[in-house]
């Protein structure tokens, strides 16, 4: 089905209700690897964090990393699951070039959290009880690189590279059950829904969860079933979708795709699907495998995972306050109002906001940074906010400047697009482009003297005791500056001159 022939969401919501599912994949920050003394870093040269376990040489033998372990069951409580007394690991058999041992250690059908919940808040406050079905522990596969093509993808490429860096990499994978009920809002809770989850794991401090490198990624599950039908629909699976706005996305196009394929009379094909950002669109995968295609079997070389009353309770002991509580909290320390703090986690600046305020700005000025030049700049080249390249320390670095004087907020504005193009700190930027505000009072009286001689009615104007009407000779100065005039001092020069 092609996109030119999409129903409008709004259309097909009106006609069929969707049922959601997800798949979040969080990548834990341990040391070392899940089943391997291999480190567990990002970005080193590709296969040089591997061992003969990770490669699945003959004779090797997988040890359980037990911080990986103490982290899924941290997972597994704050979303309020039940932790299993006991767990083992099974053997997931597939054959695919970046899972050299042809088989993945995984959780099959004794996880080691189960039957939890996560309350999400959408937009406007409400909040959407999504089921967890299981929370299971696993270890990632290794990374492809597709060459030769135009756009990087596997279709049309010549070649492939494999890094094995990652394979052998910690994951827990949360598993919804069916969500039913969201109706047009499906794609919004989409979004909330994974911002939660992502929420919860940096919290806890597991996972750096930045979706950009993969740490948390979505593989988004959608079906249609006609208005008033119980039996659900034949679901499509989107995989690996690693930003926010992406799974939005991808779940809104899956429902537009679902209903021109029902409208049509045909039936939609269970299968995986390939998210394509720059054009926001989903292609064919490959066939959905069941479970039983899997051919799961309990992984011979380890024995299962103990838990117990005292160790759930010890680490229970160490969770953070629950994402509800820090936010309220959070918006009393800052002092923002119901609408600005709505609005700051609508736009998924949150974070970046506590962050900035922890390196040293105040809570207006970090709001006033991420909620308005940053998230201009991101709706302008179609990113998220936390996507454009600013950090805390920038702004701190911005603001700073505009304390002492040096540039005012316009200067500021396009410092912060100089500092993201790379050119260096915004003091060093100031410096090499000479945009330190124009003080000098030498300098600015000539400025008033040529704006005050071209316009003479409002000067005419202040002298009468209308001193609002400054603000027109200001422009003009502020003009021949370049915008690098203090305007208070040239307010001031004005007055004096003019004898007010």
Same mark, same amino acid.
């Given at each position: 089905m092609s996109t030119e022939t999409l129903v409008p969401v709004d259309d097909a919501l009106a006609t069929y209700d969707p049922v959601l599912g997800f798949e979040v994949h969080v990548e834990l920050n341990t040391a070392t690897k899940m089943f391997s003394a291999a480190p567990n870093a990002f970005g080193d040269v590709p296969n040089t964090n591997v061992s003969p376990v990770d490669l699945g040489l003959p004779g090797v033998l997988p040890v359980v990393n037990r911080t990986a372990v103490?982290?899924?069951?941290?997972?597994?409580?704050?979303?309020?699951?039940?932790?299993?007394?006991?767990?083992?690991?099974?053997?997931?058999?597939?054959?695919?070039?970046?899972?050299?041992?042809?088989?993945?250690?995984?959780?099959?059908?004794?996880?080691? @959290?189960?039957?939890?919940?996560?309350? *999400?808040?959408?937009?406007?406050g409400t909040v959407f009880r999504v089921e967890i079905e299981r929370a299971h522990m696993e270890e990632d596969a290794g990374k492809l690189t597709h060459l030769g093509g135009a756009a990087g993808r596997i279709? !049309?490429?010549?070649?492939?590279?494999?890094?094995?860096? %990652?394979?052998?990499?910690?994951?827990?994978?949360?598993?919804?059950?069916?969500?039913?009920?969201? !109706?047009?809002?499906?794609?919004?809770?989409?979004? /909330?829904?994974?911002?939660?989850?992502?929420?919860?794991?940096? !919290?806890?401090?597991?996972?750096?969860?930045?979706?950009?490198?993969?740490? *948390?990624?979505?593989?988004?599950?959608?079906?249609?079933?006609?208005?008033?039908?119980? *039996?659900?629909?034949?679901?499509?699976?989107?995989?690996?979708?690693?930003?926010?706005? /992406?799974?939005?996305?991808?779940?809104?196009?899956?429902?537009?795709?679902?209903?021109?394929?029902?409208?049509?009379?045909?039936?939609? *094909?269970?299968?995986? %699907?390939?998210?394509?950002?720059?054009? %926001?669109?989903?292609?064919?995968?490959?066939?959905?495998?069941?479970?039983?295609?899997?051919?799961?079997?309990?992984?011979?070389?380890?024995?299962?995972?103990?838990?117990?009353?005292?160790?759930?309770?010890?680490?229970?002991?160490?969770?953070?306050?629950?994402? @509800?509580?820090? %936010?309220?909290?959070?918006k009393a320390d800052w002092g923002?109002?119901?609408?600005?703090?709505?609005?700051v986690v609508n736009a998924g600046v949150l974070e970046a906001i506590e962050d900035t305020i922890a390196v040293g700005a105040s809570a207006a000025v970090a709001r006033k940074w991420w909620m308005g030049e940053i998230s201009r700049l991101a709706k302008a080249r179609d990113v998220e906010p936390t996507e454009v390249g600013a950090t805390p320390t920038l702004i701190v670095e911005l603001d700073a400047l505009i304390v002492e004087g040096r540039i005012n907020d316009k200067i500021a504005r396009q410092v912060l697009e100089h500092a993201l193009a790379g050119e260096g700190t915004p003091a060093q930027i100031v410096e090499a482009r000479g945009l330190a505000v124009v003080s000098d009072d030498g300098a600015l009286g000539v400025a008033v003297d040529e704006a005050i001689a071209a316009m003479p009615d409002v000067v005419a104007k202040i002298k009468s005791g209308k001193v609002q009407a400054v603000g027109a000779l200001i422009g003009p100065v502020m003009k021949a500056t370049r915008g690098q005039a203090d305007a208070g001092r040239v307010r001031e020069i004005v007055l004096e001159k003019l004898g007010v």
């Open positions: 103490e982290s899924a069951i941290k997972l597994g409580l704050a979303l309020n699951c039940s932790i299993a007394p006991s767990c083992r690991f099974a053997r997931k058999n597939y054959f695919y070039p970046d899972t050299p041992k042809n088989f993945q250690t995984s959780q099959y059908d004794e996880p080691i @959290a189960h039957d939890g919940y996560l309350d *999400v808040e959408l937009e406007d279709q !049309g490429a010549e070649y492939s590279l494999v890094d094995y860096n %990652r394979a052998g990499v910690p994951l827990i994978e949360i598993v919804t059950k069916p969500i039913v009920g969201a !109706g047009p809002r499906a794609p919004e809770l989409a979004r /909330a829904y994974v911002a939660a989850v992502r929420e919860i794991v940096k !919290g806890l401090g597991i996972s750096e969860a930045r979706m950009e490198r993969g740490n *948390v990624r979505c593989d988004a599950n959608v079906s249609l079933m006609p208005k008033g039908a119980t *039996v659900f629909g034949t679901r499509s699976e989107t995989k690996n979708v690693n930003s926010l706005r /992406a799974v939005e996305h991808a779940v809104r196009h899956e429902i537009s795709r679902h209903a021109a394929v029902l409208n049509a009379g045909q039936k939609v *094909v269970q299968e995986t %699907r390939h998210w394509h950002e720059d054009t %926001r669109s989903t292609t064919s995968g490959r066939p959905k495998s069941d479970a039983d295609d899997y051919r799961y079997f309990p992984e011979p070389d380890l024995v299962p995972v103990v838990t117990t009353r005292e160790w759930i309770e010890e680490l229970r002991a160490t969770l953070p306050e629950p994402p @509800a509580e820090r %936010r309220k909290r959070l923002y109002s119901d609408a600005e703090f709505r609005d």
